[in-house]
Nanobody, 122 residues
């Protein structure tokens, strides 16, 4: 089992920045690929970013490329999502997730956090 707790959400103006954190506990964190997803009101949950077990390989949704950056600190059991140049359409609940595999991916996540709200005002 992996327990995930997100933090860092909040209200920010368009063009601003936020950094989300996700702390993991339970089974070995450093062997899991990690991802961030988001769900806006009335929409399905969508992939945002993923990072492999070592932090060397990352992938992003086209909508956030060049603005968001995923990173991890295995010594702290924590994965981050740095969000810059935020837009109102980035408003959503952001979820951290862990895969049983070690490779970055947009699919096949087994463990999920409770989510943190990000609201971007225009």
């Amino acid at each position: 089992q992996v327990q995930l707790v997100e933090s860092g959400g909040g209200l920010v103006q368009a063009g601003g920045s936020l950094r989300l954190s996700c702390r993991a506990s339970g089974r070995t964190f450093s062997s899991n690929a990690m991802g961030w997803f988001r769900q806006a009101p009335g929409k399905e949950r969508e992939f945002v970013a993923s990072i492999n077990w070592s932090g060397v390989s990352t992938s992003y949704a086209d909508s956030v490329k060049g603005r968001f950056a995923i990173s991890r600190d295995n010594a702290k059991n924590t994965v981050y999502l740095q969000m810059n140049s935020l837009k109102p359409e980035d408003t959503a609940v952001y979820y951290c997730a862990a895969r049983l595999g070690s490779s970055a991916s947009a699919t096949s996540y087994s463990y999920w956090g409770q989510g943190t709200q990000v609201t971007v005002s225009s």
